[in-house]
T-cell receptor, first 113, second 111 residues
Framework: NAGVTQTPKFQVLKTGQSMTLQCAQDMNHNSMYWYRQDPGMGLRLIYYSASEGTTDKGEVPNGYNVSRLNKREFSLRLESAAPSQTSVYFC????????????FGSGTRLTVV | KQEVTQIPAALSVPEGENLVLNCSFTDSAIYNLQWFRQDPGKGLTSLLLIQSSQREQTSGRLNASLDKSSGRSTLYIAASQPGDSATYLCAAHGGSEKLVFGKGTKLTVNP
């Protein structure tokens, strides 16, 4: 099925470890996004990529890096995980100025101990 | 900076009741407004998308309206069912290419 695929679905890290969250979409969308969702805080934008080759910071970028590998793939890297990064991470994509809105992946539940 | 607020934060209704969820946004310069549903432990499912030039959208028992001038959107659910229990999120898509979310309304429909 067409959509946004995130891997892994679950992950437990120790403080200081690094990892990369993967995201791929097959809808030929131009823009891709990474959000985190925390209780009481809602969804907050970490980084986004308006088009292939560009990335920009969102509301909460500290402690993260991203790579727009190609039009389909947008990865999020935690270089040195901290307990404050325990969250559910969602990847999303959209066409620019589209009438179809955003499509979200199913999320990655990350726990940092 | 766009801010999106949803009221109420939680709502409990008996089955069969019609209900309205409210969403307000501070910056009326939006491309569209999108309503999502999120079940516990799951991702976001898009319900309705209203373009800035539209006043409302309908899908089955759901009807979403948009009033840009007042910075408000409502999601109307007719004849609610227990399967409608979920958290409903609204999000405003502005000119910065970013979607800004409200914190959601948690809906419980009691049999």
């Amino acid at each position: 099925n067409a959509g946004v695929t995130q891997t892994p679905k679950f992950q437990v890290l120790k403080t200081g470890q690094s990892m990369t969250l993967q995201c791929a979409q097959d809808m030929n969308h131009n823009s891709m996004y990474w959000y985190r969702q925390d209780p009481g805080m809602g969804l907050r934008l970490i980084y986004y990529s308006a088009s292939e080759g560009t990335t920009d910071k969102g509301e909460v970028p500290n402690g993260y890096n991203v790579s727009r590998l190609n039009k389909r793939e947008f990865s999020l890297r935690l270089e040195s995980a901290a307990p404050s990064q325990t969250s559910v991470y969602f990847c999303a994509s959209s066409k620019r100025y589209t009438d179809r809105g955003y499509t979200f992946g199913s999320g990655t539940r990350l726990t940092v101990v | 900076k766009q801010e999106v607020t949803q009221i109420p934060a939680a709502l409990s209704v008996p089955e069969g009741e019609n209900l309205v969820l409210n969403c307000s946004f501070t910056d009326s310069a939006i491309y569209n407004l999108q309503w999502f549903r999120q079940d516990p432990g799951k991702g976001l499912t898009s319900l309705l998308l209203i373009q800035s030039s539209q006043r409302e959208q309908t899908s089955g028992r759901l009807n979403a309206s948009l009033d840009k001038s007042s910075g408000r959107s409502t999601l109307y659910i007719a004849a609610s069912q227990p399967g409608d229990s979920a958290t409903y999120l609204c999000a405003a898509h502005g000119g910065s290419e970013k979607l800004v979310f409200g914190k959601g309304t948690k809906l419980t429909v009691n049999p």
